[in-house]
């Protein structure tokens, strides 16, 4: 299967860091790695991309694995704003290949 | 610099009509995507344009469904003889040349009656 594999759900605390986790085993050597992240009812929002060495920028931290088949999503200190669905993206040239994501539940 | 619009953000059709969705990408970009979403799944891409011309659409289904990117104006996704199962969201993205970030637009939720 070409999507890479996420957790259905996560939960964290508000203001704590959160660790999303995604498998990418048939990566290839020039895939990159995207994460978007989407909100009830709005369009996928970019957070973040990456194709080998750890990325980070305001919004999040992206570390790849060595191997690159898999790679963790960082938000440092998550807000209730934050709570969203998380994609992991296999992006292959433009095609950006979408699994069913990571429901983040943020608890106050 | 306005974002990616789309229009309209709700669009109800009985069966058998045509469903015409615009799309108007961030001010530079040449590039657009288009991807639908059903409920509680990820996005599945449809076709990717640029200016006047269709670079692939092997996520579009053969028949009924067509997009274009002219040079002037928004791109349009056409969809005739709307059935119950195009019921979905419509999202539209875009990116400057030579760049792997998408931007996404609010979507256009239709719905088929």
């Known amino acids: 299967d070409a999507k890479t594999t996420q957790p259905n759900s996560m939960e964290s605390n508000e203001e704590e860091p959160v660790h999303l986790p995604c498998n990418h085993s048939?990566?290839?050597?020039?895939?990159?790695i995207h994460w978007y992240r989407q909100l009830p009812s709005q369009g996928p929002e970019y957070v973040i991309h990456?194709?080998?060495?750890?990325v980070n920028n305001r919004m999040a931290s992206l570390a790849i694995a060595e191997d690159r088949k898999s790679s963790t999503l960082i938000l440092h200190r998550a807000t209730l704003r934050d709570a969203a669905v998380y994609y992991c993206?296999?992006?292959?040239?433009?095609?950006?290949?979408w699994g069913a994501g990571t429901k983040l539940i943020i608890k106050p | 610099n306005a974002g990616v619009m789309q229009n309209p953000r709700h669009l109800v059709r009985r069966r058998g009509q045509e469903a015409r969705l615009r799309c108007s990408p961030m001010?530079?970009?040449?590039?657009v995507y288009w991807y639908r979403q059903l409920p509680e799944e990820g996005l599945k891409f449809m076709v990717y344009?640029?200016?006047?011309?269709?670079?692939?659409e092997s996520g579009m289904p053969k028949e009924r469904f067509s997009a274009e990117f002219p040079k002037e104006g928004p791109s349009i996704l056409r969809i005739q003889q709307v059935v119950r199962g195009d019921s979905a969201a419509y999202f539209c993205?875009?990116?400057?040349?030579?760049?792997?970030?998408?931007?996404f637009g609010p979507g256009t939720r239709l719905t088929v009656l």
């Open positions: 993205a875009s990116s400057p040349p030579s760049d792997r970030g998408q931007f």
């Open positions: 001010k530079g970009h040449s590039h």
């Open positions: 344009l640029q200016k006047e011309n269709i670079i692939d």
């Open positions: 048939t990566i290839s050597g020039t895939d990159y």
């Open positions: 990456g194709l080998t060495s750890n």
């Open positions: 993206i296999k992006a292959s040239n433009y095609q950006l290949i």
